[in-house]
C-alpha cells in the first residue's frame, strides 16, 4: 500500500491539472489614424478702422481744443452715415512732452496730445469715405483696416465638419488598398482652434487710398485627427 499511494497522488494531480480552463487571448482590433484638413473661403464684410488725431505744439488747452473739435467732427460725420454709437470708440486724450537734445543737453521741444479712435462698420463699404473724410480733415495717422468675416464661427463649423468627412475618406481609400475595411470611429481630435479670418492693407498717405484696397476672399481652415477601426475585407 505504501508504494500504491504516491503513485494514485501522481494520477490524481494530472487529472486535476487537466480540469484547469484553457486561457485564450484576443488580438486588439487594427486601427489607422487620419490626419485631415478642410477650408472655407468667405468674403469679408466687416471692417475695422483705427485711426488717431494729433497735434504738436506748446500750448496744452489749444492743442487739446483742436483734437477735441476734429474727434467731435469725425464722431458727427459716422452719425450722418448711420454708424451707431456703440460701434465708435473714441478713447480718452494722451499728452506726451517732446525733447531734443542739443550738445548733449535735454531741451523741451513742445508737446505731442493725441487722441485714438476705433470704429466698426458693419457695412464694409463705408470705411473708404470714411479714411478719406477723415484724412481730408486733419487726421494724418491712420493705422491699417482690418477686414473681417462677421460668421467665422460658424463658418469654422463647416471646416470642421468637412474635415472629418475628409478623413473619412482618406481611411476608406488606405484601408481599401490594403485589403481592409473601416468599421467605426475610435477617437477624433480637434487640432484647431477657431480663427477669425482677416486680411489688413496699408494705407497710403493719400486722400484716394482706399479706393483700390480689396480685401479679397479669405480662409477659414479646421484640421482633425481621427482614428478608425478596421476589419479584413471578407469580414
Keep these: 500500500m505504501q508504494r500504491i499511494l504516491p503513485l494514485f497522488a501522481l494520477v490524481a494531480a494530472v487529472t486535476l491539472s487537466g480540469c484547469q480552463p484553457m486561457t485564450t487571448t484576443t488580438a486588439a482590433p ?12 468667405a468674403i469679408p464684410d466687416r471692417v475695422q478702422v483705427e485711426l488717431s488725431v494729433q497735434r504738436m505744439g506748446m500750448d496744452i488747452p489749444t492743442l487739446k481744443s ?15 452715415q448711420n454708424v451707431e454709437d456703440k460701434a465708435i470708440q473714441s478713447y480718452a486724450i494722451s499728452i506726451y512732452p517732446r525733447y531734443n537734445y542739443d550738445d548733449g543737453e535735454q531741451k523741451l521741444s513742445g508737446y505731442q496730445v493725441s487722441r485714438r479712435m ?23 495717422n491712420v493705422n491699417e483696416p482690418r477686414f473681417e468675416v462677421s460668421n467665422g464661427d460658424a463658418l469654422y ?22 485589403g481592409m475595411r473601416v468599421m467605426t470611429v475610435q477617437s477624433i481630435q480637434e487640432n484647431s482652434q477657431p480663427q477669425q479670418p482677416e486680411v ?13 484696397s480689396l480685401p479679397g476672399e479669405q480662409q477659414v481652415q479646421a484640421r482633425v485627427n481621427v482614428t478608425f477601426t478596421l476589419a479584413a475585407s471578407n469580414e
Design 30 to 41: 487594427s486601427t489607422l489614424n487620419v490626419n485631415a484638413t478642410a477650408e472655407v473661403n
Design 118 to 140: 476705433t470704429v466698426d462698420f458693419a457695412v464694409a463699404e463705408q470705411h473708404g469715405e470714411f479714411i478719406e473724410h477723415a484724412l481730408n480733415n486733419g487726421v494724418h
Design 157 to 178: 463649423q463647416q471646416a470642421l465638419t468637412q474635415a472629418v468627412r475628409n478623413a473619412r475618406a482618406k481611411a476608406e481609400e488606405l484601408a481599401a488598398a490594403a
Design 66 to 80: 483742436e483734437v477735441d473739435s476734429i474727434t467731435a467732427e469725425l464722431i458727427e460725420y459716422l452719425r450722418s
Design 200 to 212: 489688413r492693407y496699408r494705407v497710403a498717405q493719400a486722400a484716394d487710398s482706399a479706393s483700390v
